[in-house]
T-cell receptor, first 112, second 112 residues
């Protein structure tokens, strides 16, 4: 079945460091891919998305590229801030079932 | 204006009780969902409704009964609560045919 695998956290970085959170997926067909973010005590917010191969999603300085050949959708940011501290979820949507399948989440902690 | 709202935000109850969580969305979406987030932050879909009709039931115990009185509301009723039901429950919605979902703030259910 479809699945998403994320790198385990926590990821601890200093402010202004470069961030990469790895995400790979297994899916039949051509799913849409997403990154959601969950700040402490809050719900999930859509951070960015990509709906087809080679698409790049970007938002708030974060970006991720849909790589069909490596079945990956890694999240990157050039310079993280303390306010980026949160749990990040990679997800895919199988169009046939209209549901999201999430990875396990990666906690990011950014220190001043 | 809150897009997807859930009540209550926190719910503490004893084993064996019956409780309900309410969800409303004002986005005009046709599809609504319930997701469960366990203590390790893992998110999994429970139910999906489209225009008040059940689309997905992910092998959830029949103690959980969703009810959709109209397409803007999807409530979750849980009978005979068990310790293992303790989790954060998220309601979400999306337009038909659009893969991403918009999430509520979550309801933290604690069964004691």
């Amino acid at each position: 079945g479809n699945s998403v695998t994320q790198m385990e956290g926590p990821v601890t970085l200093s402010e202004e460091a470069f961030l990469t959170i790895n995400c790979t997926y297994t899916a039949t067909g051509y799913p849409s891919l997403f990154w959601y973010v969950q700040y402490p005590g809050e719900g999930l917010q859509l951070l960015l998305k990509a709906t087809k191969a080679d698409d790049k999603g970007s938002n708030k300085g974060f970006e991720a590229t849909y790589r069909k050949e490596t079945t990956s959708f890694h999240l990157e940011k050039g310079s993280v801030q303390v306010s980026d501290s949160a749990v990040y979820f990679c997800a895919l949507s199988d169009r046939g079932y209209n549901k999201l399948i999430f990875g396990a989440g990666t906690r990011l902690a950014v220190h001043p | 204006d809150t897009a997807v709202s859930q009540t209550p935000k926190y719910l503490v109850t004893q084993m064996g009780n019956d409780k309900s969580i309410k969800c409303e969305q004002n986005l005009g979406h046709d599809t609504m969902y319930w997701y469960k987030q366990d203590s390790k932050k893992f998110l999994k879909i429970m139910f999906s409704y489209n225009n008040k009709e059940l689309i997905i039931n992910e092998t959830v115990p029949n103690r959980f009964s969703p009810k959709s009185p109209d397409k803007a509301h999807l409530n979750l009723h849980i009978n005979s609560l068990e310790l293992g039901d303790s989790a954060v429950y998220f309601c979400a919605s999306s337009p038909t045919g659009v893969p991403e979902a918009f999430f509520g703030q979550g309801t933290r259910l604690t069964v004691v």
